[in-house]
C-alpha cells in the first residue's frame, strides 16, 4: 500500500497531540513532541529515500550505507540545533530531546517496515531493532544534543564543532547500516549499545552526585 507510513504516522503520531495540551510543564511538552517530530522527519526521510534509490538505479546497499546516512542525519539535526541555537544549551534538555527525536524516527520506522514485511519479522526481530536501530538513530541525535550543550558555550567552535558533530552522527549511522547488511551484524548491535551505556552510567553518577 503506497500510503502507509502516512497511515502508520497517523494511527501513532496523532494520538499524542491532545497529550500536549494535558501535561503539566514545558520539559514534558518538549520532549514528546520531539518524540513526534522523530516520528514526522521519518517520513520525509522516507520519501527523500525513494527519491535517492531511483536516482541511484535502486542500488539498496550503496544509498542505506552511503546516501541515506547522510540526508536522514541531516534532517534529525536540524530540530536538535534549532533547540540548541535559540533556546538553551542546558545538557540534560538537549539530550533527553535529541534521543527523543531519534527514538520517535526509529518507532515510525520499525512500524513502516514491519507493515511492509510482517511474514519477515518476529518477536526477536522486533527486539533487534530496539537494541540495534532504535539506540543507534537516538546515539546519534543525541552526539548532536550532547555537544551542542559545549559548543554552545564556547562560540568560536561553532561551524567547526556543529560540522564535526554531524560527521560523527553520519559516520556513526553509516557504519551501523554497513554492519547490518555484513557477515558481522552482531556487531551492529554491539555499536550502540557500546555508545549508549557509558553514556548513561556518566548521567547516573552526575545525577548521583547532584543529589548528595
Not at 513532541?33 to 525513494?50: E, K, Q, V
Not at 546516501?67 to 534529525?76: H, M, V
Not at 543525541?142 to 556543529?162: A, D, H, P
Request: glycine share 6%.
Amino acid at each position: 500500500m503506497e500510503q502507509m507510513s502516512e497511515i502508520l504516522f497517523i494511527c501513532i503520531v496523532m494520538p499524542m497531540i491532545p497529550m500536549l495540551f494535558v501535561l503539566p510543564d514545558k520539559r514534558s511538552r518538549l520532549f514528546v513532541g520531539y518524540l513526534m517530530l522523530g516520528a514526522l522527519l521519518c517520513l520525509i526521510a522516507g520519501a527523500l529515500n525513494t527519491l535517492l534509490l531511483q536516482l541511484f538505479d535502486g542500488d539498496m546497499l550503496y544509498v542505506t550505507t552511503t546516501i541515506t546516512p547522510i540526508s536522514e542525519e541531516i534532517l534529525k539535526a536540524l530540530p536538535v540545533l534549532y533547540l540548541a541555537i535559540f533556546f538553551t544549551d542546558d545538557r540534560d534538555t538537549l539530550l533527553s530531546a535529541a534521543f527523543a527525536l531519534g527514538v520517535g524516527f526509529a518507532v515510525l520506522e520499525d512500524a513502516v517496515i514491519l507493515a511492509q514485511n510482517p511474514a519477515g519479522v518476529s518477536i526477536g526481530w522486533a527486539f533487534a531493532r530496539v537494541i540495534g536501530a532504535a539506540l543507534m538513530h537516538g546515539a546519534c541525535t543525541s552526539t548532536i544534543g550532547l555537544g551542542m550543550s559545549y559548543i554552545n558555550k564556547r562560540r568560536k567552535l561553532f561551524f567547526c564543532g556543529t560540522l564535526s558533530l554531524l560527521i560523527t552522527a553520519i559516520l556513526f549511522h553509516a557504519t551501523f547500516n554497513v554492519l547490518v547488511q555484513s557477515a558481522y551484524r552482531i556487531a551492529a548491535f554491539i555499536l550502540p549499545i557500546s555508545l549508549y551505556l557509558p553514556v548513561i552510567v556518566g548521567r547516573l553518577r552526575a545525577r548521583k552526585k547532584e543529589a548528595q
